[in-house]
């Protein structure tokens, strides 16, 4: 078992991040003894899957199963569970379990930060996405008219345990998801990096998925205490997110990580034009990104896209769309690139692409 502590300049309030397999069993017990109530909040394929092991988790808890999937990730959604929580008679001194994948965790963190003014919250992610990635750092959102992550509040886990038995479920599908950012980490630690060219061919392997998650979790608990709130260091973490949301939200027919490679695809070319870049790196991180999408992808039409980028909070009241682009191993760069230029731009690297 490997644990982290994030520290949050001038607060008390700490994480501590536990990860290991079987942790959840062997932890679950005396975490929940701490509260007089505990809400554990899934989604209903999560449910269905482990229903065996929610029932064995008995005693103080109640189980509220969701719906599941991205387009539930939305305020009425969010009232329903927070009136589930009213109605299961939650008070401040309980806790909120958000087990499954990122949808869970984004909307149980958001609903424990709001319920009386904030209950305590545990993050059980059960997808390698939400693993890597969406359980650490403290980004709790819902989805509002067609923008992502528009409504939310930064709320910190009081634990989170990622626990490598539950990757065993996962489709491949899934497994591609969350290699998107751990891609995108790997494109800003050179270490990771490193390890997963030499290992490119075992992408899917799960025991070396399991060994290479802390290895994540440990540079976004870098990052994210660092910069909590996103002023200064957190935007590298936006790595190919402006252009892979936009895809997303243009297309919407692969999943948020397989968005996040094809953003960073697209970044990586943008950043070629604009500013000192080791093309060899870039080369290398290329044909990671065609791995781990497994092999060349049909790619949406990218300019009519573009104009989804301008939904992304970064560039609401611009003209300009801000990326975070790869230029070299361990580092990147903040562009801010004007809405037509940027626009026109896409359209002649997916040209290239293809």
């Given at each position: 078992?490997?644990?982290?502590?994030?520290?949050?300049?001038?607060?008390?309030?700490?994480?501590?991040?536990?990860?290991?397999?079987?942790?959840?069993?062997?932890?679950?017990?005396?975490?929940?003894?701490?509260?007089?109530?505990?809400?554990?909040?899934?989604?209903?394929?999560?449910?269905?899957?482990?229903?065996?092991?929610?029932?064995?988790?008995?005693?103080?808890?109640?189980?509220?199963?969701?719906?599941?999937?991205?387009?539930?990730?939305?305020?009425?959604?969010?009232?329903?569970?927070?009136?589930?929580?009213?109605?299961?008679?939650?008070?401040?001194?309980?806790?909120?379990?958000?087990?499954?994948?990122?949808?869970?965790?984004?909307?149980?963190?958001?609903?424990?930060?709001?319920?009386?003014?904030?209950?305590?919250?545990?993050?059980?992610?059960?997808?390698?996405?939400?693993?890597?990635?969406?359980?650490?750092?403290?980004?709790?959102?819902?989805?509002?008219?067609?923008?992502?992550?528009?409504?939310?509040?930064?709320?910190?886990?009081?634990?989170?345990?990622?626990?490598?038995?539950?990757?065993?479920?996962?489709?491949?599908?899934?497994?591609?998801?969350?290699?998107?950012?751990?891609?995108?980490?790997?494109?800003?630690?050179?270490?990771?990096?490193?390890?997963?060219?030499?290992?490119?061919?075992?992408?899917?392997?799960?025991?070396?998925?399991?060994?290479?998650?802390?290895?994540?979790?440990a540079h976004k608990a870098f990052v994210v205490q660092e910069d909590e709130k996103e002023s200064g260091l957190r935007k590298s973490l936006n790595l190919g997110h402006t252009t892979g949301h936009a895809l997303e939200l243009f297309d919407a027919k692969l999943s948020h990580g397989e968005y996040v490679l094809l953003g960073l695809l697209f970044e990586a070319e943008l950043a070629k034009s604009?500013?000192?870049?080791?093309?060899?790196?870039?080369?290398?991180?290329?044909?990671?990104?065609?791995?781990?999408?497994?092999?060349?992808?049909?790619?949406?039409?990218?300019?009519?896209?573009?104009?989804?980028?301008?939904?992304?909070?970064?560039?609401?009241?611009?003209?300009?769309?801000?990326?975070?682009?790869?230029?070299?191993?361990?580092?990147?760069?903040?562009?801010?690139?004007?809405?037509?230029?940027?626009?026109?731009?896409?359209?002649?690297?997916?040209?290239?692409?293809?």
């Amino acid at each position: 078992m490997k644990e982290f502590t994030l520290r949050f300049h001038g607060e008390q309030a700490q994480s501590k991040i536990f990860c290991g397999e079987g942790i959840f069993d062997e932890m679950y017990p005396a975490l929940a003894a701490n509260y007089p109530q505990v809400f554990i909040l899934t989604d209903e394929t999560v449910f269905s899957v482990y229903k065996e092991t929610f029932g064995r988790l008995a005693g103080n808890s109640r189980v509220y199963a969701m719906p599941a999937g991205e387009e539930h990730k939305q305020p009425n959604t969010l009232i329903e569970i927070l009136r589930a929580m009213a109605a299961a008679g939650l008070h401040r001194g309980d806790c909120l379990f958000a087990v499954g994948g990122g949808v869970v965790g984004d909307i149980g963190g958001l609903a424990s930060a709001l319920y009386m003014r904030g209950i305590d919250c545990v993050q059980v992610p059960t997808t390698l996405l939400s693993q890597v990635d969406s359980s650490v750092g403290g980004k709790t959102a819902v989805d509002l008219d067609g923008v992502k992550n528009i409504v939310g509040a930064f709320k910190q886990p009081n634990t989170v345990l990622v626990d490598g038995s539950f990757l065993k479920t996962l489709p491949a599908r899934e497994v591609r998801c969350g290699l998107g950012e751990i891609v995108k980490h790997g494109a800003l630690n050179g270490a990771l990096f490193d390890k997963l060219i030499e290992n490119r061919d075992r992408l899917f392997d799960l025991a070396f998925l399991n060994g290479v998650v802390p290895d994540n979790i440990a540079h976004k608990a870098f990052v994210v205490q660092e910069d909590e709130k996103e002023s200064g260091l957190r935007k590298s973490l936006n790595l190919g997110h402006t252009t892979g949301h936009a895809l997303e939200l243009f297309d919407a027919k692969l999943s948020h990580g397989e968005y996040v490679l094809l953003g960073l695809l697209f970044e990586a070319e943008l950043a070629k034009s604009r500013v000192l870049c080791d093309k060899g790196y870039l080369k290398k991180l290329q044909e990671l990104i065609y791995t781990a999408l497994g092999g060349k992808p049909g790619l949406p039409q990218a300019e009519e896209a573009a104009c989804f980028a301008k939904l992304d909070k970064k560039n609401a009241i611009s003209e300009s769309v801000v990326i975070t682009a790869p230029v070299a191993k361990g580092e990147y760069a903040l562009l801010e690139i004007p809405y037509a230029e940027y626009a026109r731009e896409l359209r002649e690297i997916r040209g290239k692409l293809q």
